[in-house]
């Protein structure tokens, strides 16, 4: 049991990232629930809910933040993917060196890792050069 431990420790990134991804999707879930019975109180007294409280109803429950009206109306430049070209591209460097360096003698290991997150910094730059000139959608 402890070999299996060594051998697929990285295994518990993508684990935590599921459950945190669930954890999201339930308390977004839970949100949209609430906000629907808030609503149903308004409807039952006879009164208008406020725009606020129906503005809550249009963000996706899949939302974990505020970069799907972004994402809605069409990006606008700076929305992020410049810090991912930079935290792309630091990250590559950082692998490329410890490929390099052979730190901990998995020199293999961290190339693979260089040349994936080089591919995701380049993908991100062909992203932030695409939306650089355009301001949000009307």
Do not use: H
Not at 87 to 100: E, I, P
């Amino acid at each position: 049991m402890e070999d299996l431990f060594r051998s697929y420790w990285w295994l518990l990134f993508p684990l935590a990232w599921f459950v945190f991804g669930g954890f999201s999707s339930f308390l977004n879930y839970r949100r949209q629930k609430d906000t629907l019975k808030l609503i149903q109180t308004y409807a039952e007294r006879g009164q208008e809910p406020p725009a606020a409280l129906l503005k809550v109803l249009e963000r996706p429950i899949d939302a974990d933040d505020d970069s799907w009206q972004m994402r809605r109306d069409g990006g606008r430049p700076g929305d992020g993917s410049w810090f991912s070209v930079v935290l792309f591209g630091v990250m590559s460097a950082g692998f490329a060196y410890a490929s390099w360096a052979d730190i901990y003698g998995a020199a293999e290991a961290f190339l693979i890792v260089s040349f994936v997150l080089g591919a995701l910094c380049l993908a991100s730059l062909v992203s932030a050069l695409r939306s650089g000139g355009r301001g949000p959608r009307d």
